[in-house]
């Protein structure tokens, strides 16, 4: 009987977390975090002026990370050309994300996290502390177009590139 307690406890933890996911269509949590090119970076500044985009990852300096930051920053160009701002964004202190920027050539700037309170509202946040490889798209009007929680790192410029056109982001415009 105790087992069955635990086990329908659990279900039911597991269903008020899911209850509250963050889902397509949804307002975008506000954020604002610091970024690795030593700006500050929220929701709100992009609010009916640009799409962006927010590319989760568990921890800099490990393998799989290393490649999705090398993929994005040799293949920018195909994300520079559509009226995006693109961003990485960890929990791993600003000073580890400058190294690894620096490190990897990223010519973007990569979002630092350190309190987990951004992560836990774009429910990223895995149970062993580390954000879900998960990419969010986001609207001109801050809602929720797409999250892909299926990332191939080798080729996640191209990914993001081909997933923006589809969901009709368009070029830049020149100025």
């Known amino acids: 009987m105790k087992q069955l307690n635990n086990l329908i406890l659990c ?6 977390l899911t209850a509250n996911a963050l889902e397509v269509g949804d307002q975008a949590p506000a954020f ?3 970024a690795t090119d030593g700006k500050t970076y929220s929701l709100e500044q ?12 568990p921890k800099a300096f490990t393998s ?3 490649i999705e930051c090398k993929s994005l920053a040799q293949n920018g160009h195909l994300l520079k050309r559509l009226d995006v701002t693109y961003f990485m964004a960890s929990v791993d202190p600003l000073e580890s994300n400058q190294k690894f920027a620096e490190e990897n050539e990223a010519d973007f700037p990569l979002l630092s996290d350190p309190t987990k309170e951004v992560a836990r509202a774009y429910d990223v946040l895995a149970f062993y502390g580390f954000p879900k490889r998960h990419t969010l798209y986001i609207g001109k ?9 299926k990332i191939n790192a080798a080729t996640s410029a191209q990914d993001m590139a081909a997933k923006l056109e589809e969901l009709g982001i368009p070029a830049r415009q020149a100025s």
């Not at 279900?11 to 008020?16: E, G, H, K, P, Q």
């Not at 992009?46 to 990852?57: L, S």
């Open 32 to 34: 604002s975090l610091q």
């Open 46 to 57: 992009f609010h009916d002026k640009q799409a962006i985009v927010i590319a989760w990852y």
């Open 11 to 16: 279900l039911l933890a597991t269903v008020s």
């Open 64 to 66: 799989g990370c290393t």
């Open 141 to 149: 009007d801050g809602k929720v177009l797409f999250i892909d929680r």
